[in-house]
């Protein structure tokens, strides 16, 4: 596998992530942390390649950058879609999580699923554009002018606070994180959202780079069976159980 | 003997350290054509300029047909014109300038009657009337509708000398009203000139350094230099026989550069 | 990845929506440019020094800056103290001052460019100052603007993609909607390139257009 | 406080890409300017050919399209350059496309006048720009090109959307890991003001350098 | 007898569907003085100007001290002229046009000195001591530092003038030159240059509109109309006696306009 022996000989390999917490984090001293790169990282130093450089891009733009050769892979809570399976390699499952919704104190337009917001004219929702919730909004029969692509989490609760949009959806995970950051006791999370499966991220690669994935893959199952994967990704709130219970081709096929 | 229609009084004009005006005194009676010369730079616009009330003046004090231009009475005491007052006296006085300055965006017509629509409330159908006899008077009768654009220099000023008179001034003042004009076409401007001169009974005061028009119109010739008026007297005097040094050596200047007197 | 001309007729029909958005924003910003350059010019001509050192100073700040940060300000700021915007509203209240601190200076350039002799001849013939405007310098002074105006509008249309980043549902934000929901993005991002230098063109002509016939007058 | 003092640092980081951007972005359109400003005065026709086409397209398309394509799409074409290079070629070549017209319009504006004094002088063509044009059109050019780099300054915020770390997109890191809109967003349009400011006293210093002496010139 | 060191021969120059020149042709001997008068758009300047080769022509020929101007040899044919040949020509030909056109940003000396110094390779202190001698001559050795805002008219169009002497061409051409002065600023010009035709051998075309000049100044004058020729011969005849009705309608405007012949 030439990529790999690349990356080993240039030192590093570059990877996308999502401005995202828990999935990514950024300190105040700029270093870059999080579920996903944490993994990323000891993966490729176990594969020889001593360190990644993250590059924090949009949702929208990881995939066109990553065909463009911008980045080796993508570890950023890119859930597994079939769509998207045919647009990369992706690796065994790593993170997974439900989906969430934010909405004001005691959901007052009674939204717990997506198809809730389809029935309810009145009802917008927010999500990150080309995400997973966009879509499932979408299938759900949401018409396109009641989605509303939200640039960043942060503008997503803000949008909510200010009555823009009446339900913020992402996964989980990072609906609670925002909430902790905002602290706005007029905001609640309902998760699970009913009816959304849960759904696994994994590293995504290049289609011409399936040899790099594989011997990602290798070291992923070792790092799970050792126990050390738990270790890394828990303190983030992510279940490793989740991630072990299921396998990619499960993921790619899962009928939508 | 008539009292002055125009009576300039100790006028001073400064701009910022550059005194242009220092003192200067002139009495022009009812009817009478002025010619003033002398060397550029030496004040002859600003004076027409301050009679149009284009400028402002640092001292001094001029009346014009028996008011005063620049002050109004209020009471007993005499303060600075308000825009009201200038207004009023500027219906006395009209101008023609070195560079037309016609309005570009109206025909020929509409820039002579604009004024007599908008300031003495004449209706169209007069205004129009008496401007075409104006336009008559100066030849350009068949130009009515053309637009400045289309006119050469000489036409130009003819329109302009038109659209002064049509406020009926009794004074009209012409700042150099050929200089911008080709050789050619000077002739057809100052002919005009000349029937003005002869045929009314307008009070004019003249810019030129066209010796010889000055002489055959003015009644009396002033020859500026630094702000002040350093000679006066009949054009042939003037002319023919000047008394000061620096009339005589810009005569002779004037008269080598081949202006014929 | 290769170009698909079947996806290009799928997605057309979606682009179109954005593009009267697109359309819409920049016309409607175009007006609040119009009219607020015309208020700045003024106040900046204003003799209370007070007033027009402050419009200068924030028009300078407003030029300095740029128009993203603007319109996240009041997009996501502005709420904060009560005053909520419709993204579209918020938009086009952007771009519009944005570009009205540049057409005021060319409504102030228009106004100084009418040579100084047409005031005096207005003078001269008695006309007051109001007459003066009306009738004289504003009649000069607006058509040779209108070609300047013309071209920041132009500037604006091409500024528009940037209200995507306030979900502004503008051509831009369609087509990267498109892209990212079926990972194709050579066509949708062409599509929008070439959608820009079709009005562009147009645009270069309408201008040329404007130019001649708004030509100055001379004297 | 000292969670701020570490944001503000990145922040900081931030206005070092932007400042990188506009340094290097300006320098690139200067040289497109000048070459497709006076390409476009060539004698030849494939010269001003390919200068025209050169304005029109980057005048033309939109920064947004334009920055896509080359970070996006020219690594298709086995071009892959890193963000700051993508972002320093797209806008250095959009800016020198508005920097080309004004480099045109000051060389045409010293007139056909010079022009001819120096074939009656027996200059040639390029003694004719380098001794007697250029000179004089140069301190014409200043103004806006002042204006340009400001542009291109305010244009580096949308490199944000090519994941480049500059100002605008460490603002939003910031805020996302924080919570907190104002603060960062306040804190770049200061500093956005600061660097405009900056660019406009540079120029205005040069312009009083290039102008020493020639009161009067443009009269 | 010597053979001309101008032969204009069926000159024709057309803009667009306008023929400003008509099948014009003109012999000019060495050292001989021309003046080129006619009224205004007769094509007087243009032929200037296709002499100094800033229009093209379009047919006729033109030879200049025994080469053709336009034209160049190559084998047995003559073809348009390269950059080059029109290089070659123009050393010949130097030029003074009405609006000065001096070079703004740089000082009356280096004005003077940047043609010999680039097209002639003359050394710096060569191109000094030349253009201080040629200052003298005009009266401004004392401006050679200032730059060309800080002199008035009549001291820019002798810089111009020096400024084409410089490069010692075998013709000189003068277009309108005192035209754009203050009139008292016409006279240094002049005297200039009626020194400049007594004193050197260097064969000139003047194109004016001072008749008194012209008179004084010119061996033969060419009473141009509508890109014609219409009357030529010796100052003396054509002043006083004119042959052709236009002449005659010509001259009497213009000395109604105030000129002296
Ligand atoms: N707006 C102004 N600011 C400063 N100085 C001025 C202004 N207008 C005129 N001057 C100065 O006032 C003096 C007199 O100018 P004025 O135009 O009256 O002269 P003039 O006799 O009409 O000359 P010319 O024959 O050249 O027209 C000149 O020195 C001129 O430079
Ligand atoms: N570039 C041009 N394009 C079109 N017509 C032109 C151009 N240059 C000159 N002409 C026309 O050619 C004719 C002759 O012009 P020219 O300047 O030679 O006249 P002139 O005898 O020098 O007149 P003047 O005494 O006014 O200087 C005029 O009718 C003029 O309008
Ligand atoms: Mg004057
Ligand atoms: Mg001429």
Known sequence: DDKLNDLKEQGFARIAIANEPPYTAVGADGKVSGAAPDVARVIFQRLGVKEVVASISEYGAMIPGLQAGRHDAITAGLFMKPERCNAVAYSEPILCDAEAFAVKKGNPLKLTSYKDIADNTNAKIGAPGGGTEEKLALQAGVPRDRVIVVPDGQSGVKMLQDGRIDVYSLPVLSIHDLMDKAKDP???????????????DGAAFRKQDVALRDAFDVELKKLKESGEFAKLIEPYGFSAKAAMSTTRDKQCTAAQ | MASPIIRIDNIV??????????????K???GEKLALIGPSGSGKTTILRILMTLETISGGHIEVDGEQLYHMRKGADLISADERHLHRMRKKIGMVFQHFNLFPHKCVLDNITLAPMLTQGAGRADAEKRAMELLDMVGMADKAKAVPAQLSGGQKQRVAIARALALSPKIMLFDEVTSALDPELVEEVLNVMRRLAAETDMTMLLVTHEMGFAHDFADRVLFFDRGKIVEEGRPEEIFRNPKQERTQGFLRKIIAAGHRV | MEWDWDFVWQIMPTLLEGFKITILATILGALVAAVIGLALAIARRSPIAAVSRTVGFVSEFIRGTPLLVQLYFIFYVLPDIGIRLSPLVAGVIGIGVHY???TAEVYRAGIENVPRGQWEAANATNLTTRQAWIHVILPQAIPPMIPALANYFIAMFKETPLLSAITVLELMNQAKSIANSNYRYIEPMTLVGVFFLAVSLLSVVGLRWLEERYARMDD | MSVWSGYLTLILEGALVTLKLTVMGSALALVMAFL????????FFAVRALATTYIEFFRGTSIFVQLFWVYFVLPFAGITLTPLQAGVLALGLNVGAYGAEVVRGAVKAVGRQQTEACVALNLS???RMRHVILPQALPLMLPTFCNNAIEL????????????TDLTFQAQVVRAQTGNTLIPFTTILFLYFVMAWAISTAMRWLERRMTRGLDGVRT
């Open chain 1, 186 to 200: 007029n905001l609640e999370v309902v998760a699970p959202v009913v009816g959304a499966p849960v759904y696994c």
């Open chain 2, 13 to 26: 004009k400064r701009y910022g350290p550059l005194t242009v005006l220092d003192g200067l005194s002139i």
């Open chain 2, 28 to 30: 022009v009676m009812p």
């Open chain 3, 100 to 102: 009205a601190t540049y």
């Open chain 4, 36 to 43: 497709a400003g006076l390409g476009r005065l060539s004698r």
């Open chain 4, 125 to 127: 063509r390029y003694q």
């Open chain 4, 153 to 164: 300054l305010k244009g580096t915020a949308v490199v944000s959307l090519i994941s480049l």
